[in-house]
């Protein structure tokens, strides 16, 4: 039996190898070169946002976030149960208390109307993830941001390329992707971007990406410490402030995030790439999409009239009244025709990380029925061959007969 694959993840070729090979000759920094902020203006203007910043992860541009907005115990956020653990890793790190919302059954993305019951006086920001490259509907939870005045982090580790009523996702407050090999675009295996239209997060987050510390600084009155007095050379400068200055408090304490320029010169070169990778992506979502119209008991996600999803993840769902078994169904496609299935994501209020905080079952009531009864996700990657689509739509057609009880 021949195996569809879910996903071989991003695809690399000649011209990531040539531009690999043009920054290793080019006898630029490999950490600093330009290459680096060639990549950061070439994503800033893909996505039309004021800044961005490259980072080693989505992970890592999540935790700058939490950094940027002082995130710490005694706040609250309000997040999308149906995300991958990374969206409140550092939330949890940094003892801020996560209010789940629910989730849009057709969408997956979070539902805007489960957000204003979870926000009160200690709520800092709204936390939510573009599910699969699917825009969550961001003008009704904009709205209710504002008139909170708090900010939206989005977490778009599948989202690059994403379009939101014709524009696309980035240019928002705080905003991160993802460039590991299994997206949709990758910078060698790991990487990420966190974009936003706020220039003073922008500088804490570019500081704090490379051992940058935020606080109050005071004039030490001297230059010595101990016997020793700062030497009159550039030779010393590497000491930054120390020196001359102390700290009166630190607010946050920057770490290693950065991006390699080698990294940065493929994520220029995937970049360039990524719209062809998503139509090709899309091509294979509307055949699902319209096989599964004819395949009682089956549902296709929604995207919105006016939005384009990027197409990371395609999900679709074994409706209620089907008469069909979803965990039955997944595992005849993936066991008897070789069809690889994945659920995306564990409803996180359930995660053992959030468990240990108690959180629990029945707080997110909708995301926990689609993700127990009725999602699965289907193969999807650019690099699809018919055979594997036409696989995957005969295996739903026959399974969904198959499996009914
Ligand atoms: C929704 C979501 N957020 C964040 C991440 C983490 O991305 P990274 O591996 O770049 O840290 C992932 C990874 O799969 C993800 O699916």
Not at 62 to 87: I, K, M, N, Y
Not at 89 to 111: E, M, Q, S, Y
Not at 242 to 257: F, K, M, R
Not at 381 to 391: Q, R
Request: aromatic content about 8%.
């Amino acid at each position: 039996m021949k195996v569809v694959e879910h996903s071989v993840g991003a695809i690399l070729g000649e011209e990531e190898i040539e531009a690999i090979r043009r920054v290793i000759s080019s006898g630029q920094s490999l950490a600093w070169g330009p290459e680096r902020t060639a990549f950061e203006e070439d994503f800033r203007a893909y996505c039309q946002a004021r800044h961005a910043i490259s980072v080693s992860s989505c992970t890592a541009a999540l935790h700058l976030c939490a950094q940027v907005l002082r995130l710490g115990p005694g706040d609250e956020v309000v997040c999308t149960p149906q995300s991958f653990q990374s969206t409140t890793l550092a939330l949890i790190a940094r003892g801020v208390r996560v209010r789940f919302a629910d989730i849009d059954p057709k969408t997956l993305n979070i539902a805007p109307d489960s957000i204003e019951g979870k926000i009160n006086e200690r709520t800092k920001a709204i936390y939510l993830v573009h599910h699969g490259g699917n825009p969550a509907d961001m003008d009704p939870i904009r709205k209710i941001a504002a008139a909170h005045d708090i900010p939206v982090v989005e977490d778009c580790a599948h989202a690059a390329g994403t379009e939101y009523r014709g524009q696309k996702i980035g240019a928002g407050d705080l905003c991160c992707f993802s460039f590991h090999s299994l997206k949709n675009m990758t910078t060698l295996g790991e990487g990420g971007m966190l974009t936003t239209n706020n220039d003073e997060w922008a500088a804490e987050a570019g500081a704090l990406r490379t051992m940058g510390v935020i606080g109050e600084t005071v004039d030490r009155g001297t230059d010595r410490i101990g016997p020793y007095a700062k030497p009159d050379s550039k030779v010393f400068d590497h000491a930054g402030i120390s020196w001359t200055q102390d700290y009166a408090g630190i607010e946050e304490l920057g770490t290693h995030y950065r991006l390699s320029a080698v990294q940065a010169a493929v994520g220029r070169v995937q970049l360039r790439k990524l719209d062809g990778f998503i139509a090709t992506r899309a091509r294979v979502a509307q055949l699902y999409t319209e096989a599964i119209a004819e395949i009682p008991g089956l549902r296709p996600v929604k995207v919105a009239e006016g939005d384009k999803s990027a197409w990371h993840l395609y999900t679709c769902f074994v409706e209620p009244d089907s008469g069909v078994d979803r965990d039955r169904f997944a595992k005849y496609l993936d066991n008897e025709r070789g069809v690889q299935i994945i659920l995306r994501f564990w409803p996180l209020h359930l995660s053992a990380e959030h468990r240990a905080e108690g959180h629990g079952f029945g707080e997110s009531p909708i995301c926990e029925k689609v993700w127990f009864e009725q999602q699965i996700n289907l193969p999807i990657c650019a690099a699809m061959e018919d055979w594997e689509i036409d696989t995957v739509i005969e295996a739903l057609t026959d399974g969904m007969q198959e499996c009914r009880a």
